[in-house]
């Protein structure tokens, strides 16, 4: 009994519980040794967690004790453990987008894409001072640069190399996506899901593929989903509650988010409605809320505009900047194709070869490479297996027909009168159709593979499953449909526990994987 208190009490803690969660996996990897026993024994480990699991469980359910809550702590462990054992497995410059490579450490040099960034920083301890042009993804804020040179010079001083260093960043973005996934089931609790509505759909979401996607991305992808994520919870609360830390937390949110990725700026417009529509509604109390506006903008504004103003003074570099592929990428054009062909539904390609091949007349369809890469990114998840290969298939296949069905549920929702207040509407509505509206403009406006990337929008997600909660919680949870759904939502959480878990086990950082690169 005594032990359950202290749990009790630990668990009320739930950002601590991650940062220690994770500096348990900082250590395993700062460590050769135990690195080499956790990732060697990675079967009988498995083993041991399913038995306790089972055990666990199996007792809870005979005793009819299983609460709510123990289902949600066992559905997010299993989600950090698996995304730990990825970070073990996977070296940190495998798999990424855009970091390309750092060079040898202390001789005033550095390296490209967002490792070069990160490395510059440390060498130098100041902000480029030359156009980010001139080298690949320096125009990016620097934010998620200067944690990691930090990150880097905390390790260096506790002895470790520059290797083991640049091996751990990898900690951060464990951290950072795990911080995501506890942001979005607080966003579902605002919403009152209930039980299984809610353990199902905190479990599509902590379960997800692109989760442990962004666990390994050492771009700067995660932590702006983050801060993406921070500010709708907050803009949330602060539409019950007109407290001003809350809108505080919004500001800081958005301006740290652009800080790290200017896009993040693409979910201000939604929030800025919340702001007009209580406005509106409570004008009585203008002056009141004019002054919380007033701390806000004096937050966010700074934050948020300060790089891409500096970029525009300094080098005359456009807002919406984003830097042009190199003739040695050219290989993945797809702006030959008609906007019927790249918009048009289809997934005979992507069940014919579920992995990234790198060819336009496979992977020219914006939707279809949308739903592939949220499960598979682009290389992170290939094996030569088949039946692990079948399996990427069926999940595929799942996942397809999950997000069509919940994002119809999603706009039902919308729709329908007394399913959701009308202010939360327009807030979701905005921010989802903001974001896949600019996703699909960018797709063509920059017509290449790359850019047809689920890690672009990956906030989105959460507004099927939170419309999908709702539908089943308030009006229709003994629809005829709800089961099916529910099912769904079951066989999701299966297969893809079941793909991370075969991933596990059959990865070796020897194996080549079946990467198709064109010739």
Known sequence: MMHE????????????????????????DSIPFAKEVVTGNRLLLLAGVLLGYLLYYGTKIYQKTLTERQILIGI?????????????????????????????????QVGSGHFGYIQYLLEYKKLPDFDPRSSWSFYNPPLHH???????????????GYEACAENLQILTLFWSSMTIYVMYRILQEFSLKKRVLC???????????????????????LATLFSATAILYTIRWYKNHRFR??????????WGMMTKVSVGLIAPAIALVFLAVLIKERKEWKRLFTQFGGF????????????????????????????LNKVDMWQYVGDYGVWQRLKPSISSVLQHPWYTGLPENQHQIWQE?????????????????IYISLAKVLVLLGIMLGLVTTVLFLRVLLQKGS??????????????????????????YPYICTMNFRYIVITLLFPVLGTGIWMNEKHKKHPGAAVVQIGQILFIVLSLAFLLSYCLLYGQSEIQTMMMPK
């Not at 997010?76 to 073990?88: D, E, K, P, Q």
């Not at 990691?148 to 002895?159: D, K």
């Not at 903008?297 to 525009?312: D, H, N």
């Not at 949308?370 to 290389?379: A, I, K, Q």
């Open 146 to 160: 200067i944690v990691c040179a930090l990150f880097i010079a905390g390790n260096r001083l506790l002895g470790l």
């Open 246 to 255: 809350y809108l505080l937390c919004i500001a800081f949110a958005v301006g």
């Open 200 to 222: 199902l759909a905190f479990g599509v979401l902590a379960l997800h593929p692109i989760f442990a996607i962004l666990s390994l991305s050492l771009n700067n992808d995660c």
């Open 76 to 108: 997010f462990l299993a989600s950090i453990l698996i995304r730990g054992m990825l970070v073990l497995l996977s070296a940190y410059n495998s798999n990424q987008h855009d970091t390309h490579f750092f060079v040898a450490w202390g001789e005033n």
């Open 370 to 386: 949308m739903f592939r890469t949220s499960l598979f990114d682009e290389w992170t998840f290939q094996l030569p297996q088949g």
């Open 297 to 324: 903008g004096l937050v966010c504004i700074p934050l948020g505009l300060a790089w891409p103003i500096r970029q525009k003074l300094l080098f005359d570099l456009p807002f919406n900047y984003v830097q042009p």
């Open 420 to 445: 959701m207040d009308g202010t939360m509407k327009a807030l979701c509505a905005v921010c989802y159709g903001s974001l896949l509206f600019f996703f699909v403009k960018f797709c063509f406006d």
């Open 5 to 28: 208190k202290i749990t009790s009490r630990f668990l009320r803690h739930p950002v601590i519980v991650i940062a220690i969660l994770c500096m348990i996996f900082w250590f395993i």
